[in-house]
């Protein structure tokens, strides 16, 4: 990874790839996401918790695979979801700091960029252009999303929302699997809150994503059909 700050003047030849692919790490298994985002994805991938790298908290991710190290999502240059999740569609964006401020930088050993295939990331007279929007917008809101996202999970544990997932499947060819390692939001405790306790979460904007969290559980059998076809 090389990180640079995003420049008009200095980064005004690139373009940008677009298309989904999996040499580029669009199939990863699993992909970070935000409370904000929950209710695009509950239609297409199970949203689910997992410890953050650090081990200090809980990170929203959205399983993109289940019985495989890698999704079969991004092929033939398409992706092939109704949706495609922001940590994908940033890339090559991330976020630094400029002294107080957050900044956005350009991974520039992205091989997305080159100067001659794909959408132009700057227009003529310096400005985005309308793919570089876009992906500012995505990477503002996941960055946003972040800062909010341990309060989020605070009020799910507060509530006692979370439970372990251990999801046992049984493969097409006869092979038993378990999906472990994840927490996911109980529909039943869910359901059984004090009504003060859900004025709290709705006061608080967490619970329309948390139901999205909870219809998301309905993607685990579409992830297994998309995967064995079953």
């Known amino acids: 990874m090389r990180p640079d700050?995003?420049?008009?003047?200095?980064h005004a030849d690139l373009r940008l790839d677009v298309r989904p692919d999996a040499r580029w790490g669009d199939a990863?298994?699993?992909v970070p996401t935000v409370p904000a985002e929950f209710q695009a994805l509950q239609g297409s991938f199970p949203i689910a918790f997992t410890p953050t790298e650090d081990g200090a908290g809980?990170?929203?991710?959205a399983l993109l695979a289940l019985t495989q190290a890698h999704n079969g999502f991004a092929t033939d240059g398409t992706w092939h979801?109704?949706?495609l999740p922001w940590a994908l569609e940033r890339q090559p964006l991330l976020v630094g700091r400029d002294g107080e401020r957050w900044v956005v930088h350009i991974d520039l050993d992205?091989?997305?960029l080159s100067e001659d295939r794909g959408e132009a990331l700057f227009l003529p007279h310096g400005g985005p252009s309308p793919v570089l929007e876009r992906r500012m917008a995505v990477l503002q809101a996941l960055h946003d999303g972040l800062q909010g996202m341990p309060a989020f999970v605070d009020a799910l544990q507060r509530h006692q929302l979370l439970e372990p997932l251990a999801l046992d499947i049984t493969l097409p060819n006869g092979d038993a699997h378990r999906v472990g390692g994840f927490s996911v939001v109980d529909a039943d405790r869910l359901a059984a809150l004090p009504g003060d306790a859900v004025a709290e979460l709705q006061d608080a904007g967490h619970l329309l994503p948390i139901h999205m969290a909870v219809a998301s559980m309905a993607r685990f059998r579409d992830l297994l059909a998309h995967e064995h076809g079953v």
Request: proline share 5%; aromatic share 0%.
């Open 28 to 30: 990863v298994r699993a």
């Open 81 to 83: 979801a109704a949706h």
């Open 110 to 112: 992205s091989p997305r």
């Open 5 to 10: 700050l995003l420049d008009n003047l200095r």
């Open 58 to 61: 809980l990170q929203a991710v």
